[in-house]
């Protein structure tokens, strides 16, 4: 079985990267981008999330995109699979997250080394002075939000059009580039540098497992093996077998 396989080789590993992606964060509530009840089903990403459509229209982007996104992310909980990637992480068996998402979840979960390839939702940055403030503290009755300074409020996100920030940039690929074991979970791998990184961890030799509902570009030619099925479930069963396998067995016998 492909879940007792996967705890093996996550207990014999010796440093473990997760990339994630917004199939991780579906089971929080939060839509991804593509495929069926997408956001870009509802909304075009170059009128909404591109750098050039926020600074034509502020107003228009945060009325009609970014302040629906808020109400979401805001009331947003993590959920079994980002548990489960914290848990290994106080096992001392998962080194760093990289995430696509900018849900903050991971951090909620209580991972501590997190790199956040797309920035985050959960700051919104003044375009004007730079000062940075909580999304949730952030108030909607006029838009779009400003700063005290009087600029306007964006998120402190990587919009379409934008350059990943170097320090991240950096940090990831070292990240992939130094693992031994990378989880590739709930990213379609089609949004590039960041597909990237499962390349970066084979050429090193590391091993690549996939956590995904379905298969994606990585799967024939990157991934040692997929995962077919819900992160949140998945994940949950390789813990499960990761106890099993102690020299003690599972905690709870039965
Ligand atoms: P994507 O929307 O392109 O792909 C989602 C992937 O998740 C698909 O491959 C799908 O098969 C898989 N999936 C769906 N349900 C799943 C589940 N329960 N368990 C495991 N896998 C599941 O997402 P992407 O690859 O992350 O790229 C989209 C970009 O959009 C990212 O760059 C990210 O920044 C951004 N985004 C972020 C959020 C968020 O922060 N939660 C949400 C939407 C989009
Ligand atoms: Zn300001």
Known sequence: MLIEKAARDLAAA???VALTGAGISIGSGIPPFRGKGGLWEKFDPMQYASI?????DPEKVWREFIGELKVVIDNAQPNAAHMALA??????MLHTVITQNVDGLHQAAGNTTVIEFHGTFTR??????????????????????RCWCGG???PDWVFFGEMIPSVELDRARQSAAGCDLMLVIGTS?????AAYLPVIAREASARVIEINAEATPLTASVSDYLIQGKAEAMLDQILG?????????PPHPG
């Open 152 to 154: 306007v409020l964006r």
């Open 124 to 145: 919104q940055r003044c375009t004007d002075c730079a000062a940075l403030s909580a999304t949730r503290d952030v108030d909607l009755s006029r838009l779009p939000p």
């Open 189 to 193: 791998a089609l949004v590039q540098p």
């Open 52 to 56: 050039d459509a926020f600074m034509a």
């Open 14 to 16: 010796r440093n473990v």
């Open 241 to 249: 077998a990761l106890e099993a396998l102690r020299p003690d067995g």
């Open 87 to 92: 848990r290994l992480e106080r096992l001392g």
